[in-house]
């Protein structure tokens, strides 16, 4: 059964760095928010703590970080970490260029087999990340609108995610990047988005490899996904979760998410 997790932790953090006065930090958060590096704000612990705790909560045994060059400290951290139920590995993307160019800095980690991919921001309910790793073959986590909207993130924030179609069988036709009304009313209910949880497997590294950036200049996993539908003949499954993820977007996220995490109990 599924046992590795790659956790996308590479990113510029450029809305976590952005001021803002009305998000009471402390001096210890403060300065973290200003590297950017979402990963490591301090809730008790470092937020990505809880994330491989939940990971490890779900089944999974190794986690790979994927990180940038600069990462020192994120490095350090987990490099020394005496953790029993999950262990961590690192791969390095050498620059910001995308989602997709950080599932491919992975693939020696892969090791050809199937494995989750998320994001080092996102705190996801171990119920979503078992159904993954539960499932034959790739898919991607389904979270209801409804669901999300009883965690922290706003629901203008929530309306601006990519939607989710699937066919009567479940699986998934297309993923909708910032969905006009028009489009959320095509795809049926319940409305479900996608977190950027996924199971992939090896086929996902030759899609990497074959897109083009996107017009915002990345390589994005979405991309590389419908490639593999389309050119590879890989099949997703869409796997429905009505449950809240907490997000770590932005300064004013802290407060609600350190909130929701008061009684998590971390254990790696």
Not at 134 to 147: K, M, N, Q, S, W
Not at 154 to 172: E, M, N, S
Not at 215 to 229: F, H, I, Q
Request: aromatic letters at 6%; hydrophobic letters at 45%.
């Amino acid at each position: 059964m599924l046992e590795k997790a790659v956790i996308l932790a590479r990113g510029l953090g450029t809305r976590m760095r952005q001021d803002d006065p009305s998000a009471l930090l402390t001096a210890e958060e403060k300065a973290v928010a200003e590297t950017g590096v979402k990963a490591m704000l301090p809730i008790g612990r470092p937020f990505l703590d809880y994330v491989l705790s939940a990971l490890a909560d779900a089944g999974y045994r190794q986690a790979c970080l994927v990180i940038g060059p600069e990462h020192r400290q994120v490095r350090d951290y987990y490099a020394r970490l005496d953790s029993g139920r999950i262990d961590v590995a690192f791969a390095v993307q050498a620059e910001p260029k995308g989602t997709g160019d950080a599932v491919a800095a992975a693939e020696e980690f892969a090791g050809g087999q199937e494995f989750l991919v998320l994001n080092s921001d996102n705190y996801y309910p171990a119920e979503a990340l078992r159904a993954l790793r539960e499932l034959d073959g790739p898919g991607l986590a389904a979270f209801t609108r409804e669901g999300l909207c009883r965690g922290n993130i706003p629901p203008d924030r929530i309306a601006r995610f990519a939607v989710v179609q699937t066919d009567a069988a479940g699986r998934l036709v297309r993923i909708v990047e910032k969905p006009t009304d028009a489009q959320v009313a095509e795809v049926g209910r319940p409305v479900r988005v996608s977190m950027n949880c996924w199971r992939l497997g090896a086929a996902i590294f030759d899609a990497c490899r074959a897109i083009g950036p996107s017009p915002r200049g990345e390589w994005e996993l979405p991309d590389a996904v419908a490639y593999s539908m389309q050119r590879l003949g890989v099949a997703y499954q869409a796997v429905t979760i009505d449950r809240p993820v907490l997000d770590l977007s932005h300064r004013s996220d802290l407060a609600a998410v350190k909130a929701a995490l008061a009684d998590v109990e971390v254990r790696l």
